[in-house]
């Protein structure tokens, strides 16, 4: 089976997806582009994902298109002449779906795992998706229907986070596997997986932290970071003399989500695992202006944050851009702070929210994915 996955929550994605199916002992060689997740499943990455992460639109990456175009074609003739059974794109739509019509058009079955965001920006991408791709696995159970509304076979197979996550997990067991105090609140800075990000978000969120730690002299800091970037980081927390004050952890976004009282959190995946384990936060994205106002002409949504998209309304705030200010960011999580230490009504009604949405997008996504893909090979 060929593979890609894109920066760190595809390779999560993916590396899920090939548990489910060894689970269903359904034997599986991968390869292609992947993360340190996925390899450790035995899956063999001739790039790893990192090479594909890309933040902003436009001119923005222009200057990587020649190195991935270059890749995505090496990568094509690769499958064309191995002809493996299938191949599953696992989100980057950008980089997968150009592949997947090559594939396809080669006679080779292709599987999209992760519906692209069509119901919320960019709509007209569903008629690039119909014509690269046999099958989509899709995340969220209204996605299905929109999809076979366009000629496009799809398959609801849940959310293989909201498996992997318990519905009720254990604060004080992530807190001591750290090694915090158990009483003092904790705040998990996630600035995101790309270096733009990175670069654009931790200098703000780090500079919000530095205010709340002053207003609330125990709060404890925590910041995951995959292995990649945990230099940049480290240089960005030494630039604000945040290093004493911030527990870095490599590749331990779970547990720190798991330990924390609230989150300030990137808009992304990673705001649905924090809603999975029924964590307050605040969503906040910055890119380069005429990026961001690129991106906001074709958003179809209120929302931009997960959790808000699924619930319908802005159950949780959202800081964009100019309004990502350290101060402003610093105040809303203050909020949550005194909600949380109070349990008062509104964080009592926000964790039956995300309760409802966790067990909404339960299945069992290994059995459905095993068989959709089995079904399409077979056929």
Request: aromatic letters at 6%; a neutral charge; hydrophobic letters at 50%.
């Given at each position: ?32 582009i ?21 933040h ?41 779906l ?5 594939l ?15 119901w919320a ?48 997990t ?12 158990p ?13 733009k ?30 292995a ?37 959190i ?37 929302w ?9 309304e802005?159950?949780v ?6 309004a990502?200010?350290p ?53």
């Amino acid at each position: 089976m060929g593979m890609v996955a894109g920066e760190a929550s595809g390779d999560l994605l993916a590396s899920l997806l090939l548990q489910g199916l060894a689970q269903q002992n359904v034997a599986v060689k991968a390869f292609g582009i992947g993360g340190e997740r996925m390899q450790q499943e035995g899956f063999e990455a001739q790039w790893p994902s990192e090479r594909l992460a890309v933040h902003g639109y436009s001119w923005e990456v222009l200057k990587r298109v020649a190195g991935l175009l270059s890749i995505r074609k090496e990568l094509g003739s690769q499958l064309l002449h191995s002809k493996p059974d299938v191949f599953v794109g696992v989100d980057a739509p950008d980089f997968n779906l150009g592949l997947e019509k090559r594939l396809r058009d080669a006679g080779l079955p292709t599987v999209h795992f992760v519906c692209p965001s069509i119901w919320a920006w960019r709509p007209e991408r569903v008629h690039t998706i119909r014509a690269a791709v046999d099958h989509v696995l899709c995340l969220f159970p209204f996605e299905p229907a929109l999809l076979q509304s366009h000629g496009i076979a799809a398959s609801f197979v849940g959310h293989p986070l909201a498996n992997a996550i318990p519905l009720h997990t254990d604060m004080q067991a992530a807190r001591s596997a750290i090694g915090l105090l158990p009483d003092a609140p904790v705040l998990a800075l996630l600035p995101g997986s790309r270096s733009k990000e990175i670069d654009y978000l931790l200098p703000r969120f780090l500079q919000a932290a530095a205010a709340l730690r002053a207003q609330n002299p125990g709060l404890q800091l925590v910041l995951p970071s995959v292995a990649a970037q945990v230099p940049r980081v480290t240089r960005l927390l030494q630039a604000h003399g945040m290093q004493a004050h911030v527990r870095l952890l490599p590749g331990q976004s779970h547990l720190a989500l798991q330990a924390c009282d609230v989150t300030l959190i990137a808009s992304g995946t990673a705001t649905l695992e924090a809603a999975l384990f029924k964590k307050p936060m605040v969503i906040s994205y910055a890119m380069h202006p005429i990026s961001a106002l690129l991106m906001r002409r074709k958003q179809l949504q209120p929302w931009v944050g997960l959790p808000n998209i699924l619930l319908r309304e802005m159950a949780v705030p959202e800081l964009l851009q100019d309004a990502a200010t350290p101060a402003a960011l610093a105040e809303a999580v203050q909020q949550w702070l005194d909600a949380s230490q109070s349990r008062s009504v509104l964080w009592q009604q926000l964790q039956q929210k995300l309760q409802g949405l966790h067990q909404s997008l339960q299945a069992n996504t290994a059995e459905i994915s095993a068989h959709a893909i089995q079904t399409l090979v077979a056929r």
